[in-house]
């Protein structure tokens, strides 16, 4: 499959909690993933479906300033 569309947006996320054991994945503190469009390699397909929303807006040009107010 070719892709035709570059992506101009990207971010990395960082687990910042948690030990091998307490993920299917191993997944612990300090992993990083970047994302662009697609799900990460790695990435847990579970989290991704919590994390869309965020990439959505973040490719949209929001943030997150008064998420929560």
Do not use: S
């Amino acid at each position: 499959m070719n892709k035709w569309v570059t992506e101009d947006w990207g971010f990395e996320l960082t687990a910042v909690n948690g030990k091998a054991g307490h993920c299917r994945l191993g997944l612990e503190k300090g992993d990083k993933f970047v994302f662009q469009y697609g799900c990460p390699a790695g990435m847990c397909p579970k989290t991704m479906t919590q994390v869309y929303m965020w990439c959505e807006v973040i490719r949209c040009g929001g943030n997150f300033t008064y998420r929560g107010n």
